[in-house]
């Protein structure tokens, strides 16, 4: 079968929300997606899975990244050509560490290599296409563009801002067995906070930033949230006992995401043992130990014979 370009496409795991910064703070983390995807013959498509989430994951136009692909295509004005889509997942799936807004990226990124030197589609309409998909920027903006992120709606549409994090932060991921669904945690939360609770969130999430930054001996208290972490507790309990306990214990826990990950950010990577070490303890649930460092390089794409190159 006659085949076109093909490129080979990595984007990171990303934790959102970081505590106190809700739908607005993420952080792109050193677990990886990639994949290799070939233009075919129009009305062709392959598709290969393995890894995390495999078994689930629609070999048919259902799939996310192909309707990914597909929305880019048809916003250039492009027919969309047939795809062989081979991926090897390495986040993992339903917990709460991005693996939808890794394959949004993934799709932008797949058809920003594929179009090039037809179409040339710049950070913002990258940003702005994986948004129309994922509904909110929080995951796909450090996914893209990697490091830590802020990101918000403006009237230009979706923007973000990449920040540096200080070297000394040192991220640990906590995995449970048991998924979540984001739609089921984002139930669970009230349509009205109170004040006293907005200003909280407001202080810590402006605190956050500094102790991410400059002052990694801050995060316990910067990253505090009053705004969506208790009210998704009671579907999942295990998940909230970890947190408790590791803050009770000095380190600067929190829901990765909609969960049920837990994510600690640690202010040494020597710290972090001591961290397992809590969890070990404290749950009977088996949680797998990740000892990340921060992806400051986001997604990359490239033609499979010239190498990477990156979104931003």
């Known amino acids: 079968m006659a085949q076109g370009r093909s490129v080979e496409v990595r984007v990171p795991a990303t934790s959102a929300n970081l505590g106190p910064g809700f739908d607005t703070l ?169 004040t006293a609770d907005a200003v909280f969130n407001v202080s810590r999430s402006a605190l956050l930033i500094a102790a991410l930054m400059q002052s990694p001996e801050l ?11 208790d009210y998704r507790a009671e579907a999942m309990p295990e998940t909230q006992r970890l947190v408790q306990a590791l803050r009770a214990a000095g380190f600067a826990a929190v829901v990765s995401g909609a969960g049920p990950s837990v994510l600690v950010l640690a202010d040494g990577p020597g710290s972090r043992q001591d961290a397992v070490e809590v969890a070990n303890a404290v749950t009977d649930t088996p949680w797998e130990a990740l000892l990340l460092a921060v992806d400051v390089r986001g997604g990359t794409v490239g033609d499979r014979a010239e190498g990477f190159h990156e979104a931003s």
């Open 26 to 194: 993420g952080l792109a983390l050193s677990i990886y997606d990639t994949l290799h995807i070939t233009e075919l013959p129009a009305g062709t498509l392959e598709i290969e899975v393995t890894g995390s989430g495999a078994a689930e994951i629609p070999r048919d136009e259902t799939n996310l990244i192909v309707r990914t692909i597909a929305h880019v295509y048809a916003d250039a004005g492009r027919p969309l050509p047939g795809l062989r889509i081979i991926a090897e997942n390495g986040v993992p799936h339903g917990r709460g560490l991005g693996s939808s807004g890794a394959a949004v990226a993934a799709g932008v990124l797949a058809a920003k290599g594929l179009l090039e030197g037809d179409v040339e589609i710049g950070d913002g309409d990258l940003l702005r296409l994986a948004t129309e998909i994922e509904g909110h920027p929080d995951n796909v903006a450090p996914a893209l563009f990697g490091g830590l992120t802020i990101a918000w709606m403006g009237e230009r549409g979706p923007q973000h801002k990449k920040l540096l994090v200080h070297r000394g932060v040192s991220p640990l991921v906590l995995v449970p067995a048991y998924t979540m669904s984001t739609s089921q945690a984002r139930s669970l939360q009230p349509p009205q906070v109170s």
């Open 219 to 229: 995060l316990l208290d910067a990253t505090a949230d009053r705004l969506h972490q």
